[in-house]
């Protein structure tokens, strides 16, 4: 080991060496690659500042030492642990060997036997490649917060922060650690956007976590419930409405157009308090009864007057509205509140038809001087008036060409 330079090997090698490939080179100068990391460790602590997120070892390899020549005789000699070994002159001792302290040992663990051992991660001793007590390193578990640690790995956190020491995962420390999915997102932390990983739908802000652990934009077709869908590749704004039976937050999320009350899509009623199915508004119109005046519709139909007016809204009706509703026997005419029905109209009784005459087809026809009703001009049942044959005597008249006798008198009666 004598006049081995280790500062120059140390600024010779590449700055992204890895730890491993560290101790390789620098076991090759030391009696095992503890010893080397042992000397490592001594000067980082002594040069904090230097060690970055790289997480190398190379600047802080032993300086140069030239060892005394009793530490190369074949003989333990004063201070000496053991042979050519240990104290304060020589080069720390080889497991196996006899020692006093851990400082005595390569491995920088002397055990209750006063024995060099090889590092464990129980030995209550900082050695090996441990950045803590038992702790940190290749081979041991990870620190936990608070300790100190050199690289993420270290950390049972995932984190090692700026001054290596092992620390709580946080949402804004640019590491993927604690419960998240993707560098500061995901689990515990806000959302993942589209392209960062993800372990399930809630690490993304898309709602969609793909077959590949990847946040993707949802489609209606993805199989999954996400983006806005009430249930899956269904529902919301985007997506077609759902089947009875998939969940909903509003009747529009379901084709039926009812979500219940438990928001769950199902079937409509004409009592479910909601305008479903055909209804035309809440619970009317459709097939379900006829809605009263003032509510929507969509035809006549859907109103117990029979009259949709412009607005489609179910309406009084009246004897102008041109719709055959209320007590009408034909569009706007006939019954007891509006005018008699000209010719051709239906009717149910003389009293619909202007013409006095409703056929037995219950039509309204023209007046005649055989109909038996007084109708048209007469001025009796089918006599006077000018169109039909003059009156007998003891009929109504209006003038005295209206009777046979040619005499209306006073009482318009023909005498």
Not at 23 to 47: D, P
Not at 159 to 179: E, F, K, L, T, W
Not at 293 to 308: F, L, N, P, Q, V
Not at 335 to 346: F, W
Request: proline residues 6%.
């Amino acid at each position: 080991m004598n006049g081995i330079d280790f500062d120059l090997m140390s600024r010779s090698l590449a700055q992204s060496v890895s730890r491993r490939d560290f101790l390789k080179v620098l076991g090759a100068g030391v009696a095992s690659w503890t010893a080397g990391l042992f000397q490592a460790q001594q000067l980082a602590a002594a040069e904090p500042a230097n060690l970055t997120q790289t997480q190398t070892y190379l600047p802080y390899v032993a300086k140069a030492r030239v060892y005394p020549a009793h530490c190369s005789n074949l003989t333990q000699d004063p201070d000496e642990t053991d042979i050519d070994c240990g104290g304060l002159d020589c080069q720390p001792c080889a497991d196996g060997k006899k020692c006093l302290s851990n400082s005595d040992c390569s491995s920088s663990y002397c055990n209750t036997d006063q024995i060099c051992a090889a590092p464990t991660c129980s030995d209550g001793v900082q050695n090996g490649d441990e950045t803590d007590l038992d702790c940190g390193g290749l081979d041991c578990q990870p620190c936990a917060a608070g300790q100190k640690c050199l690289s993420n790995s270290d950390c049972t956190t995932y984190y090692c922060n700026a001054s290596h020491i092992c620390a709580a995962p946080a949402c804004d420390d640019a590491v993927r650690n604690g419960s998240e999915s993707d560098v500061d997102c995901g689990g515990s932390c806000a959302p993942c956007a589209t392209g960062k990983r993800c372990i399930s739908h809630w690490d993304c802000s898309s709602f969609f976590c793909n077959a590949s652990h990847v946040c993707a934009i949802p489609s209606c077709t993805d199989g999954a419930q996400n983006g806005r869908e009430s249930d899956v590749d269904c529902g919301g704004l985007d997506c077609p409405p759902c089947a009875p039976g998939k969940r909903c937050i509003s009747h529009s999320d379901c084709s039926t157009r009812y979500c219940n009350a438990s928001h769950i899509c199902a079937a409509p009623t004409c009592a479910d308090g909601v305008q479903d199915g055909d209804e035309s508004d809440a619970d009317c119109g459709g097939s379900c009864p006829p809605c009263t005046t003032g509510k929507r519709c969509i035809s006549h139909w859907d109103c117990a007057s029979h009259y949709c007016n412009s607005s489609h809204i179910c309406a009084n009706p009246t004897c102008s509205d041109g719709v055959q509703n209320g007590t009408e026997i034909d569009v706007d005419c006939g019954g007891p509140t509006c005018p008699p029905c000209a010719v051709g109209k239906r009717c149910l009784s003389a009293w619909d038809c202007a013409s006095h005459v409703c056929s037995s087809s219950h039509v309204c026809v023209a007046p005649t001087c055989s109909d038996g009703v007084q109708n048209g001009n007469e001025s009796d049942v089918d006599c006077g008036g000018g169109t039909c044959p003059p009156c007998a005597n003891g009929k109504h008249c209006g003038v005295n060409t209206d009777c046979v006798s040619g005499f209306c008198n006073a009482s318009h009666i023909c005498a």
